[in-house]
């Protein structure tokens, strides 16, 4: 009864929620019309959003006017695939050790990953130029998934601690009390029971890989082949005559992944973004 | 658990330790050490002092840093009153809100360069939506350029970061204003409380710990952006969009003066930690407040 509303009470909220989803898709819904439009409907005056001629042909066409297109695809995907690896290697390890262990240094290192987390990559952008160049690394994989993986790392520490937290510590002590190594009792009972916590800060640094792989392929790499699709497309912005149809239908094939994955796993995604916002 | 010596923690922490120290820990303290020298192209560098600081601040420091909070200002605010408004409605009761959760999210979850090249077609003056609709009811007289006029560039360039940004506010706060108590929700309709009342008086102030942590996180993230001024106007036009991080970014990777470029970003990471200052001590009264509970 108390979720009751009355008539004007369902207008308002439905007004509200249309306006706020008209914000957050327009871009969308307009992207997918121009990619729909032949060149010389995308640049016709004025302006008119059903345009004639629109077809699919532009999805058939792109993959032969920009032969790179498909590499592109594959590298964002690998790039983010392994920045995914690399940062869980370094994340769950330390997660579980913060988790359930005191030592000396435990507060300040913690905060070091804390004070981490709030600079961002471009800031350091410096050192880090000269340190891929040191190492030889630009214009390689590496240096867009090493320091990718890197800037992932305090996020997914801070996540995974939170979930084995909720693992009962009695487990460890009685695979201790029977005789088992700290290894063999982190991998054989505590990471099989943390599996659900890892697929959350997998599916999340997965998509944060995915979404932010712009700035070290921008300013690392410059061998086409190696570029992920935000750069590769990002190149053809400032011509004399951009093909906005063809960039846009380009954009949409390589984000539908990323969205059908959202839409299978949203459940994990949202409890990974909220989890600081729900006490324990 | 008490382990004493044991190493076993110690080896644990050695991948991140070793990754995050060498990609951003050692990055922060090389920069400060870069600010002070002449650090270029040439394989040489020397110290110079402060030369490179009192260079900045002799000449673009204040614009850069007015126009940076403004930006930031403006933009936090944008995030947190629409993703508070968002999360009201995704929590009301009604049906389809299932659906409406799920299509807030596409603009956090596409690359944000992508969603980037979407709005730099919106904004385009002559074949643009915005542009052509204005037009068609009579807002512009004629093709309007968004991001080729000083303002309209500046507030282009904060739309479209709040709409990167809000997604995730709007979620967050969603899953704070669940964690709320029905049953004071049930007391005050009891005793007759209107449901403005009851978000004013029970709702507003529980969230108000979560509404400041991530107005925050909120400030910083949008203080580090990077990606979205670059893609719409890379800080044009005549320099209106350039924030410290777009400034720090073309003095030091366009036009090559790491040291020059360094002392800018050591301005950012003083700021950073302010900022980050307010946050831990915001952390620790909260976790101290629910201890006290």
Redesign the interface.
Known sequence: MINRYRWWEYLLIYAGMTLFLVFMLAPFVEAFMVSLRPLNEVFRVPYRFIAEGMSFENYVTIWTAQPMLLRWIMNSFGIAVAVTILSMFCSVPAAYAFARFEFKLRGSILAVFLVVSMVGAAVLIIPLYKLMLAAGLLNSYAAMIVPGAAFTVPAGIFLMRSYFMRIPAELEEAAYVDGASRLYTMRRVILPLAVPGMVVVAVTTFITAYAQQFLFALTFNSKNELNPLPVGLFQFFGHETVRWNEIMAASLVGVLPVLVLYVFLQRFIVAGLTAGAVKE | ???GR?P???L??V??????G???????I??FR?SFTNASMRPTQEYVGMENYTKFFNRDFWPVITRTLIWTTLSVSLKLI?GL??AV?LN???P?RAL????????????????C??????Y?G????I???G??IGLFSG?FEFLAYKQAAFISTVVTDV?IG???VA??????MQ?VPTDL??AA?TDGAS?FYRFRRITLPLLMP?IA?MALLST??T?????II??LTEGGPRGSTTTM?ID??RT??SRFR?GE??AR?VM??IC??V??AV??LMLLRLTRK?RAR
């Open positions: 658990m008490k382990t044991d076993f923690p110690y644990l922490l991948p991140a330790l070793l990754l995050v060498l990609i951003a820990a050692w990055p922060i090389e920069t870069l629409i408004l968002g409605l009301a009761a009604v389809g409406f959760r799920v299509l807030i999210m596409p603009p956090w979850v596409v690359p944000i360069a992508v969603g090249f979407m709005w730099a077609w919106l385009n002559q074949f643009g939506m542009s052509g609709l037009q068609r093709p709409w809000t997604p995730l979620l967050y706060l969603l899953a704070a964690t929700y049930e309709w449901r979560s942590t910083i993230w203080f580090n952006s990077f990606d670059w893609i991080i720090t970014y030091a990777i790491y470029g360094a970003a950012i990471l950073l930690s900022l980050s946050y831990l629910g």
